[in-house]
């Protein structure tokens, strides 16, 4: 699905922004799948660039990118998925993975938005493990060795 043109996709501070961002994080994953708060406040936000989803003019979704160039945190409030919030959100964030310095991009997808992931050219690797009691895969995207710096 086409995303919506009233549809902003920006990189905020988690100085500024980080009660914004842990709300929509704690709805979705707090509430809704059930994560202790505890595992999704890791400690690395400060050092993270975050992407925030806003919609008509209201945060709807957001997701993190790592300085190693993890993705993670990646999600969109319940009632405004299926409008390709998460897709931007995403695109977003690895355009933003693919300046940095590093060889891979990786991050741990839950078992419905695998396919989302693979279509920008990220390859499962190895099994599918447990985290915060959700089956998940690793995926990874591999820089081309011409685009290597």
Known sequence: MTP???LQVI???????????????????????????ELD???RDPEA???LAVFDGRPVGC????PEGRIGRLCVLPEFRRR??????FAFLFEKARVLPVRR?????QL???????????????EPFLDAGIVHREMIWERPVEEET
């Open 105 to 109: 991009v990786v991050l741990h997808a």
């Open 112 to 126: 419905h938005a695998v396919d989302l992931y693979a279509r920008f050219g990220f390859q499962v690797v190895g």
């Open 4 to 6: 919506s043109p009233s």
């Open 49 to 51: 660039l975050h992407a």
């Open 84 to 89: 390709g919030i998460g897709t931007a959100l």
């Open 11 to 37: 990189s905020v501070p988690w100085e500024t922004h980080g009660a914004s961002l842990l709300q929509i994080r704690h709805r979705v994953f707090t509430e809704e799948q059930h994560v202790d708060p």
């Open 41 to 43: 406040e890791d400690g």
């Open 63 to 66: 997701g993190r990118l790592l």
